[in-house]
Structures are given as structure tokens and as C-alpha cells.
């Protein structure tokens, strides 16, 4: 049996992350913040939102020096995630010293857009150039209602920004809820179709902090492609797409576009992932929907050398589940919302 001692052992870059089913890990998903500046009713409860205090959130030497462990290990992509990353202050400071990291091939940002438009240029200077922004719905009163904000064109703002900087590839990630956005959908597909942006709609997951979930909530991805289907163009499968990949690629048959789909309950795709993350708050989670986590700033805090680092890094990933199960009357949501845990 393997254990934390023997696994310490070995050099760090000596074993690809490899778990007990045999998936290898090279993605990095790292969150800088659990604060945010809306109030998406899924994720948030609109008021006395617990954060964790100031003091317990990694510095970004410390997230740093996780990530340059991690990427000694195999790991090529990273994904700096919140709550919303972009409320942390001097944020292009640590995508410089992410950028910077010998080995590291692909640095995306996923954020609500809203300060977008502000940091963009610093964000494009510090070496970033993927991007994915959180939108739901294209009707300003839809916006509010979903968010408590009155910020769409904040964020409309923000992903022209973007696009004239230069940002590539830019997706929009949505929010599929429903009996809610179900006219939200076209809309958002022809914007897509418009600005050459893949609109990717995730199905509505149970990791909201009021226990609101249920699947009769969830607007599936079948649903969705019907509906596109219909009213725009038929959907083809792109062919030949990275299997860990978490998004479902689509194209349209008039040849306008693309769109994607995480359908994460009515298509798990838990045996191909590929993903370890790391909390503001320095815990290590194997899967979004883990229900235990793996301290590691103690040891940043503690003088542990690298290979400590890395044990720990190794240890995670030794132990992941096969699966979620949220289709199994086995499935327990996490103890920690999304906002907490990283998007």
C-alpha cells in the first residue's frame, strides 16, 4: 500500500499524477478568492455571506510556489478561478509569476466579467490571453434577477474589451436552470454566433449554498441542443475532441460557430477528469464535489520543503473517487459552496 511516507520518498518529477483508475492530471484549478461581487442565486445567498477570514487565504508567493510544485509534477494548464478573481487586489501581479513558470503551457481566467473591462489591458500585459466569462442571460432584467446586480452592461463591456485587446479564445460560460432561462437560450447562441464566442452551458449543479438544487431544476444538455437545433442550425458532435475536456464541443451545420456543453449530471464525464484544486484558503480537492480536503498551507506556513509539497500534492490525487455521483442516491453535496471551493 502506498503511503504519504513512501510517496515523500520520491523525487518530486519522478511519476506523472496518476491515480488509482489510471487518469493523468496536468490541470491545475487555482482560486484566488472566495469573495465576489454579485449574488448569483445558485451559488450565493444574497446576504451574510461567510468568508473566510483574510488571514487564512494564500498569499501569492504561497500560490506560487504550489503551482511551481505542481507543474514539476506534470501539471501543463492552470485555471485561476474565485468566487470572482478579479475583486483580488493586484491580480495581474500573480498571473505574471503564473505566466513566468517554466512548463506551464495554457493560463486561463474565468470571471463574471464585471471588472473586466477595468483590468483587462494589465491582465493582457501580464501574459494572459484566455478567458472565460460568466454569463447567463442577455436580458438586463434576467440579470438582476439571477445576480442581485445591475451589471450586464458592465459585463458586456468588459468581453468587448477583451476582444479588442486581443483575448483568444474567449468563451461564455451559462448557467442552465430550469424553468429560468430557457429564452435566454437562442439569444445567447446567436451573441456567440455573432461574436465569434463559444457559449457553453453548464447544467445547473447542486453546489449552491441554500440547498435550492434539484434535478427537475436541471435544463439539460439534450434539451438545449434540441432547442438549437430547431431555432438556429442543426448541432453535428465535433469529432476527435480531447476526451478530458470537460465541455462537449458542437458545431452548427451552417457552419457559423460552435457551442459547447458541461453536462455534468445528465453526461458525468468523472472517468476522464484530469483536475486538482486548490482552495483561496490552501486546501488541495481532488474533485469539485469532494467532500474532504487536504490541507497544504499549513506546510506552506510551516517551512515543509517542496518535496512535502508535493507528497501532499501526490497523496490528493492518489486518493480521488471514481465519481461524483450525483446520479446516485449515495451522492452527499459538499460541505463548501462553489464560491469556496473555486469555480
Not at 125 to 130: C, F, K, N, S
Not at 138 to 165: H, N
Not at 275 to 280: A, G, H
Not at 316 to 340: C, D, Q
Request: with cysteine; aromatic share 6%; net charge neutral.
Amino acid at each position: 500500500m502506498t503511503t504519504l511516507t513512501s510517496i515523500a520518498d520520491q523525487p518530486i518529477g519522478s511519476q506523472p499524477l496518476v491515480d488509482t483508475f489510471g487518469r493523468l492530471h496536468d490541470n491545475l484549478r487555482i482560486s484566488v478568492t472566495d469573495r465576489c461581487n454579485v449574488r448569483c442565486f445558485y451559488c450565493m445567498p444574497e446576504e451574510d455571506v461567510k468568508y473566510a477570514p483574510r488571514e487564512e487565504i494564500l498569499s501569492f508567493e504561497e500560490i506560487e510556489r504550489v503551482a511551481r510544485v505542481a507543474v514539476s509534477m506534470g501539471v501543463t494548464k492552470i485555471r485561476v478561478t474565485g468566487g470572482e478573481p478579479l475583486v483580488r487586489k493586484d491580480l495581474p501581479v500573480l498571473i505574471a509569476k503564473l505566466c513566468a513558470i517554466p512548463g506551464v503551457r495554457d493560463i486561463a481566467l474565468t470571471t463574471n466579467g464585471v471588472l473586466l473591462a477595468r483590468h483587462a489591458q494589465a491582465l493582457y500585459d501580464a501574459g494572459l490571453r484566455r478567458l472565460n466569462v460568466h454569463l447567463d442571460t442577455l436580458d438586463r432584467a434576467r440579470f438582476l434577477k439571477i445576480t442581485r446586480r445591475d451589471d450586464l452592461g458592465k459585463v458586456l463591456e468588459g468581453i468587448e474589451t477583451a476582444q479588442r485587446l486581443g483575448f483568444s479564445p474567449i468563451k461564455i460560460n451559462a448557467v442552465a436552470v430550469k424553468n429560468l432561462v430557457e429564452s435566454d437560450i437562442v439569444p445567447l447562441a446567436r451573441y456567440g454566433r455573432e461574436q465569434g464566442i463559444e457559449i457553453r452551458f453548464i447544467e445547473f449543479m447542486p453546489l449552491d449554498s441554500q440547498g435550492l438544487w434539484a434535478r427537475e431544476n436541471v435544463l439539460s444538455a439534450d434539451e438545449i441542443i434540441e432547442t438549437l437545433s430547431r431555432e438556429i442550425s442543426p448541432l453535428v458532435e465535433i469529432p476527435d475532441r480531447d476526451p478530458r475536456a470537460p465541455a462537449t464541443d458542437y458545431r452548427y451545420a451552417d457552419g457559423v460557430g460552435s457551442v459547447g456543453f458541461i453536462a455534468s449530471v445528465t453526461r458525468p464525464f468523472c472517468l476522464n477528469c484530469n483536475r486538482v484544486r486548490l482552495t483561496s484558503d490552501g486546501k488541495l480537492r481532488y474533485c469539485l464535489f469532494a467532500i474532504e480536503e487536504t490541507d497544504v498551507r499549513a506546510l506552506l506556513r510551516s517551512g515543509a520543503p517542496d518535496s512535502e509539497i508535493a507528497a501532499t500534492i501526490r497523496e490528493t490525487v492518489h486518493k480521488k473517487w471514481l465519481g461524483h455521483e450525483i446520479n446516485s442516491a449515495k451522492f452527499i453535496a459538499p460541505p463548501r459552496p462553489m464560491y469556496a471551493i473555486g469555480g
